[in-house]
């Protein structure tokens, strides 16, 4: 049977936005220790803008916006949506088909048009060396800025480079601050580059950080954090992060977040407000010392 105090512990956190489904769960975020955090739609707002462009003057830029735009519309990721917006507003119309569309999740896309293949995504997955080699410190100039850098690939040459920025949430800061004050180490987990997650987790203020991180690999991560730190939470947002939140001592989703992230969290920051992390970790421990 619930008690009184764990009763009272949830509707007073529901009403600062701060959700629990179940009295296990109030309990276990007074013992968090560790939070890893997933960087785009969780540290960020998720929402990107192509804020640069360079091209290959060999190659006709409406081909690239057109084709570019119309591979990505194909996938769901939130650069693709940013990449399907900028081709659409730089471009002539040129009609493009697309065929046999594959996500590399943690990679990028993949398509036929015309018979060539196009791969859309990070470095590595054009070819890091020609990714280099063809646009000789762009990436990290980017990078540094804390920009995502996604390569166009036409059949084996590089055709154009992007760079896309987030921004941080308002309160991010201030949570990851409120924190470490109260002794709890903070990690941020993105399968984005080394670079621009450093550059990231720079601004964000974040104790640790775990670049070039594919999706199946977040569980891992999960279960090191755990034997490390024995009781971590983990916050996510997207479809990607429910196997680690369902690993994690308590799963924490966006309210903002994919179905999926709500339904498999323990904890739910309605109002996506981070900054209220540190004050459930209060008041959890709060009653934990009334309950025992
Ligand atoms: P995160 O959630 O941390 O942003 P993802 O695992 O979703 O990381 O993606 C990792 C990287 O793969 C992205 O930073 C990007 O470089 C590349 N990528 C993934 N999906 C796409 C896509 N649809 N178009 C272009 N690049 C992509
Ligand atoms: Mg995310």
């Known amino acids: 049977s619930i008690m009184p105090a764990t009763l009272s512990a949830i509707s007073n956190s529901a009403r600062k936005g701060v959700l629990f489904k179940g009295?296990?769960?109030?309990?276990?975020?007074?013992?968090?220790?560790?939070?890893?955090?997933?960087?785009?739609?969780?540290?960020?707002?998720?929402?990107?803008?192509?804020?640069?462009?360079?091209?290959?003057?060999?190659?006709?830029?409406?081909?690239?916006?057109?084709?570019?735009?119309?591979?990505?519309?194909?996938?769901?990721?939130?650069?693709?949506?940013?990449?399907?917006?900028?081709?659409?507003?730089?471009m002539n119309t040129?009609?493009?088909?697309?065929?046999?569309?594959?996500?590399?999740?943690?990679?990028?896309?993949?398509?036929?048009?015309?018979?060539?293949t196009w791969r859309i995504g990070k470095p590595d997955f054009v070819g890091k060396e020609e990714a280099n080699v063809f646009y000789n410190g762009i990436l990290e100039t980017l990078?540094?800025?804390?920009?995502?850098?996604?390569?166009?690939?036409?059949?084996?040459?590089?055709?154009?480079?992007?760079?896309?920025?987030?921004?941080?949430?308002?309160?991010?800061?201030?949570?990851i601050k409120l924190l470490r004050e109260n002794g709890v180490h903070t990690i941020m987990l993105t399968g984005d580059n080394e670079i621009t997650a450093k550059a990231i987790a720079e601004e964000a203020g974040i104790d640790d950080y775990i670049a070039n991180c594919?999706?199946?690999e977040k569980v891992g991560h999960i279960r090191e954090l755990k034997n490390n730190f024995k009781n971590v939470a983990m916050v996510g947002d997207g479809i990607n992060d429910a196997p680690a939140l369902a690993t994690a001592n308590l799963g924490v989703a966006m309210g903002e977040g994919t179905d999926v992230a709500l339904e498999t969290?323990?904890?739910?920051?309605?109002?996506?407000?981070?900054?209220?992390?540190?004050?459930?970790?209060?008041?959890?421990?709060?009653?934990?010392?009334?309950?025992?």
């Open 23 to 90: 009295g296990l769960h109030i309990e276990n975020l007074g013992h968090v220790n560790a939070i890893a955090f997933d960087k785009t739609g969780t540290l960020t707002n998720g929402k990107l803008t192509v804020t640069d462009a360079f091209y290959d003057d060999q190659v006709n830029q409406d081909e690239i916006l057109a084709t570019v735009g119309a591979i990505e519309k194909q996938s769901t990721h939130p650069l693709a949506q940013a990449l399907t917006n900028f081709s659409s507003t730089q």
């Open 94 to 116: 040129i009609p493009v088909t697309v065929d046999d569309m594959k996500t590399i999740g943690g990679n990028g896309v993949r398509a036929k048009v015309n018979n060539q």
């Open 143 to 175: 990078a540094s800025q804390g920009k995502t850098v996604v390569f166009a690939k036409k059949g084996d040459r590089i055709v154009a480079v992007f760079g896309l920025k987030d921004t941080i949430r308002k309160d991010t800061k201030q949570a």
């Open 214 to 216: 594919l999706p199946e």
């Open 265 to 292: 969290a323990d904890m739910v920051l309605m109002k996506n407000n981070l900054d209220k992390i540190t004050n459930a970790i209060n008041l959890s421990k709060r009653m934990n010392r009334i309950v025992k």
